[in-house]
């Protein structure tokens, strides 16, 4: 793993890096907004072009709306598209071991002139996971990413919500494994973590 993290280099960067993303193991794009104004804009340019397509949000408000850029994702998308979106969201920060997530459509969300920015409506049944909170840094795109799924061919370093803060196992890991700080932080949830053993 640490020949291909240095890979990760001054490769020009995708539109979508500027949001929280990761590739699943069926190779599906998923995006999600790092904030309020981002989930507002990710919404609004695909309820227009992919209304099928699905989507995910927390029970619980502060995460990122995580759409499934494929027609027809798996059950194995699903799921690791639901800790992605719990992983990225306040349930890690507060440092939960698990999230509960809705799943959706496009073309269930719904946005009322008196709801602010990046919050949204959704009509019609939604279902819901409960899963477990757990990142694994591996490369997508020749970058550093912490995803969902377990890489098959590599050994790697998991992650679960914890007490070290953010900062900390950022430099702790960028030294261990010879990349830039920054691309750590990019790729880490917010709030604290703590190695798996």
């Given amino acids: 793993m640490e020949k291909a993290l240095k890979k990760t280099k001054n490769m020009p960067k995708e539109w979508y890096e500027k949001y929280r993303w990761f590739y699943t193991s069926n190779k599906h794009l998923v995006i999600g907004g790092k904030n309020a104004e ?13 209304p099928k397509y699905v989507v995910m949000h927390t029970k619980d408000p502060g995460s990122p709306f995580s759409i ?18 719990g992983s990225f969201s306040r349930a890690w920060r507060d440092g939960k071991k698990k999230a509960s997530v809705d799943v959706f459509l496009m073309e269930q969300i ?18 819901r996971k409960s899963l477990e909170l757990k990142l694994y840094l591996t490369i997508q795109k ?56």
């Fill in 110 to 127: 719904v946005k009322m002139k008196n709801m602010k920015s990046g919050t949204f409506g959704v009509i019609e049944k939604v279902d």
């Fill in 68 to 85: 499934i850029v494929a027609d027809n994702p798996t059950e194995k998308d699903l799921e690791e598209t639901a800790i992605f979106t």
């Fill in 142 to 197: 020749e970058r550093a990413r912490f995803v969902p799924q377990k890489p098959l061919k590599e050994q790697t370093i998991c992650i679960v919500p914890g007490k070290m803060p953010k900062d900390q196992i950022a430099e702790e890991l960028a030294v261990k494994l010879e990349i830039t700080k920054e691309e750590i932080l990019n790729a880490l949830p917010t709030g604290g973590s703590k190695i798996c053993k």
């Fill in 38 to 50: 981002q989930n507002e804009e990710l919404v609004k340019k695909f309820l227009k072009t992919n």
